[in-house]
């Protein structure tokens, strides 16, 4: 027919698993908790918790010239393990000031030990064995200096490049930077460990206390029309005052500015990561009874 009428049809959908189980989990944990003088109270614990029979599609399984969507089934492992840490010193409660001071640490490392993924290229391009969520992205060696520099590294294919934009590395030294050269960068959002450090202080009606938290581990990305300069109709912002030009060749962190649509330099890359790590006091507070 060459008339643009619409014609039903019924086409074979995703292959069903009749079999799907639960996920399985198994924890375990060793602690211990003591008080010695009864002043100094120490809470230590150390844990594992692998979940078994996740979700997850068969790629590794089933190859996919079988021609057809493949359903989840129950393939995937994953193994958490960390360590928590709690100290705490207490005064004599017969002194005229009283106080108590605690600090803890906790940390905790996921780690994927099997999700069934495709056969890549290049080992680094694996989530097996990394963490769950791991970014994976090009690595930025910093900006191009002038046209020398570009003409002597590898080809980046995304578009065509200018001194001041972002030079990336050649994972897989085949000359040519792509989407194969992609590999892992930073850390997730969530962090890794976490500090905290409170206390309180008593004195004849006067009290004092606050409570203090950093965290370490974490990765966050300069993403969207804020960081990225004139990109889909967007504005710039103060950060690209240290844009390259010519002129700040050598102290720019920026690339230059473009009007069009950089396919270079706004990739996916450890360009626009920063650490994420911070201390932030969350509470302080002073009082008269």
Same mark, same amino acid.
């Given at each position: 027919?060459?008339?643009?009428?619409?014609? /039903?049809?019924?086409? +074979?959908?995703?292959?069903?698993?009749? !079999?799907?189980? $639960?996920?399985?989990?198994?924890?375990? !944990?060793?602690? =211990? %908790?003591?008080? =010695?003088? #009864?002043?100094?109270?120490?809470? *230590?614990?150390?844990?594992?918790?692998?979940?078994?029979?996740?979700?997850?599609?068969?790629?590794?399984?089933?190859?996919?010239?079988?021609?057809?969507?493949?359903?989840?089934?129950? #393939?995937?492992?994953?193994?958490?393990?960390?360590?928590?840490?709690?100290?705490?010193?207490?005064?004599?409660? /017969? /002194?005229?000031?009283?106080?108590?001071?605690?600090?803890?640490? $906790?940390?905790?490392?996921? +780690?994927?030990?099997?999700? /069934?993924?495709?056969?890549?290229?290049? +080992?680094?391009?694996?989530?097996?064995?990394?963490? =769950?969520?791991?970014?994976?992205?090009?690595?930025?060696?910093?900006?191009?200096?002038?046209?020398? %520099?570009?003409?002597?590294?590898?080809?980046?294919?995304?578009?065509?490049?200018?001194?001041?934009?972002?030079?990336?590395?050649?994972?897989?030294?085949?000359?040519?930077? %792509?989407?194969? #050269?992609?590999?892992?960068?930073?850390?997730?959002?969530?962090?890794?460990?976490?500090?905290?450090?409170?206390?309180?202080?008593?004195?004849?009606?006067?009290?004092?206390?606050?409570?203090?938290?950093?965290?370490?581990?974490?990765?966050?990305?300069?993403?969207?029309?804020?960081?990225? *300069?004139?990109?889909?109709?967007?504005?710039?912002? #103060?950060?690209?005052?240290?844009? $390259?030009?010519?002129?700040? *060749?050598?102290?720019?962190?920026?690339?230059?500015?473009?009007?069009?649509? !950089?396919?270079?330099?706004?990739?996916?890359?450890?360009? $626009?990561?920063?650490?994420?790590?911070?201390?932030?006091?969350?509470?302080?507070? =002073?009082?008269?009874?």
């Amino acid at each position: 027919s060459n008339t643009n009428s619409q014609v /039903s049809g019924i086409a +074979e959908g995703p292959l069903a698993n009749p !079999n799907v189980i $639960w996920e399985k989990g198994r924890k375990m !944990n060793f602690g =211990i %908790d003591m008080t =010695i003088l #009864d002043r100094v109270v120490v809470s *230590a614990d150390i844990f594992e918790n692998r979940r078994t029979d996740i979700l997850t599609t068969p790629n590794r399984a089933v190859p996919q010239y079988l021609g057809v969507t493949l359903p989840l089934l129950n #393939d995937g492992e994953v193994r958490n393990r960390g360590f928590e840490l709690t100290t705490r010193f207490n005064s004599k409660p /017969s /002194s005229e000031l009283t106080y108590s001071i605690q600090a803890s640490v $906790w940390s905790a490392k996921n +780690e994927i030990i099997f999700n /069934s993924e495709p056969i890549r290229l290049y +080992e680094y391009q694996q989530q097996t064995g990394r963490q =769950i969520g791991q970014p994976f992205g090009l690595v930025a060696l910093g900006l191009f200096k002038d046209q020398s %520099d570009i003409d002597n590294s590898p080809t980046q294919i995304f578009t065509a490049v200018q001194p001041g934009d972002i030079k990336y590395k050649d994972l897989n030294t085949d000359g040519v930077i %792509d989407q194969q #050269d992609a590999g892992p960068i930073g850390n997730t959002s969530m962090p890794t460990t976490t500090y905290s450090l409170s206390s309180k202080f008593n004195y004849k009606g006067f009290d004092f206390s606050f409570f203090l938290q950093a965290v370490t581990g974490r990765t966050v990305y300069f993403g969207g029309s804020y960081f990225h *300069a004139f990109q889909n109709n967007g504005q710039v912002s #103060d950060i690209a005052l240290g844009r $390259w030009t010519p002129e700040t *060749a050598s102290t720019a962190d920026f690339p230059r500015l473009s009007a069009s649509n !950089n396919l270079n330099n706004y990739r996916y890359s450890s360009f $626009w990561q920063r650490d994420g790590s911070f201390v932030k006091l969350r509470n302080v507070e =002073i009082g008269y009874t």
